[in-house]
Nanobody, 123 residues
Framework: VQLQASGGGLVQAGGSLRLSCVVSGRTFSSYSVGWFRQPPGKEREFVAA????????YYRDSVKGRFTISRDNAKNTVYLQMNSLKPEDTAVYYC?????????????????WGQGTQVTVSS
C-alpha cells in the first residue's frame, strides 16, 4: 500500500487549503485513513480520520469546525479541507492508512504512511 499526500503550501491566516491523499496498492474502500501533523520541534499528532466502514469522522478538538475530512472511493483519495487556518496549524501533514476501524485517533494504529506535505500559515 502506498500513500501520496499533496496540496500543502504557504497561506495567510484565515485562508484555506485542501490536502489530498491518494492510496494505491489494495482495495481502497477497506482502509480507514487518518491525517496527522508534526509542528516544528514537536511530536506528530492526530488531526482527523475517516472510518472505512460507515464513513464516521473524527477530529482533534482544535480543528473541529474548521477542517473537514472526506473520501472519494472512486478516486482512491481522501481529502482534508482546511479553512480558517491559523499560524498554529503550521506543520508537516501526513496521511496514514489502517485496515482497522477502531482507535483511529491513535498514531500507533496505522500501518502505512505517506510522505509529508508542508503547510505554513503566516500571521
Amino acid at each position: 500500500v502506498q500513500l501520496q499526500a499533496s496540496g500543502g503550501g504557504l497561506v495567510q491566516a484565515g485562508g484555506s487549503l485542501r490536502l489530498s491523499c491518494v492510496v494505491s496498492g489494495r482495495t481502497f474502500s477497506s482502509y480507514s485513513v487518518g491525517w496527522f501533523r508534526q509542528p516544528p520541534g514537536k511530536e506528530r499528532e492526530f488531526v482527523a480520520a475517516i472510518r472505512w466502514s460507515g464513513g464516521d469522522t473524527y477530529y482533534r478538538d482544535s480543528v473541529k469546525g474548521r477542517f473537514t475530512i472526506s473520501r472519494d472511493n472512486a478516486k482512491n483519495t481522501v481529502y482534508l479541507q482546511m479553512n480558517s487556518l491559523k499560524p498554529e496549524d503550521t506543520a508537516v501533514y501526513y496521511c496514514a492508512a489502517t485496515t482497522r476501524d477502531w482507535a483511529l485517533t491513535d498514531i500507533l494504529n496505522y500501518d502505512y504512511w505517506g510522505q509529508g506535505t508542508q503547510v505554513t500559515v503566516s500571521s
